[in-house]
């Protein structure tokens, strides 16, 4: 079955740029029909879209996050990342890597504080 991990720094100061890449087993991220997206839950909030990639290559951006956003894949390792430019204690979150069409496949999630 298909299995995503988180990783990365769990602490970033602010103005930094944050950085969590996902890995994939038991999947290929080229295989249709599927997409790959970031979503994260502030604390006591709900959770946000934050961008997608699609198992074609193709790149979705939230419009609010957009400007800071960047995300791409490296095939060879199967893995996709996330980078969050400009980063402010508003970020700080539980961030996932989902798998979704059809049934969704959630990481376990990782999190991330922004602090000084």
């Known amino acids: 079955q298909v299995q995503l991990q988180e990783s990365g720094p769990g602490l970033v100061k602010p103005s930094q740029t944050l950085s969590l890449t996902c890995t994939v087993s038991?999947?290929?991220?080229?295989?249709?029909?599927?997409?790959w997206i970031w979503i994260r839950q502030p604390p006591g909030e709900g959770l946000e879209w934050m961008g997608a990639?699609?198992?074609?290559?193709?790149?979705y951006y939230s419009p609010s996050l957009k400007s800071r956003t960047s995300i791409f894949r490296d095939t060879s390792k199967n893995q996709f990342t996330l980078q969050l430019s400009s980063v402010t204690p508003e970020d700080t979150a539980v961030y996932y890597c989902?798998?979704?069409?059809?049934?969704?496949?959630w990481g376990q999630g990782t999190q991330v504080t922004v602090s000084s």
């Open positions: 038991g999947g290929s991220i080229t295989t249709g029909p599927y997409y």
């Open positions: 990639i699609v198992y074609s290559g193709s790149i």
């Open positions: 989902v798998r979704a069409s059809g049934a969704w496949v």
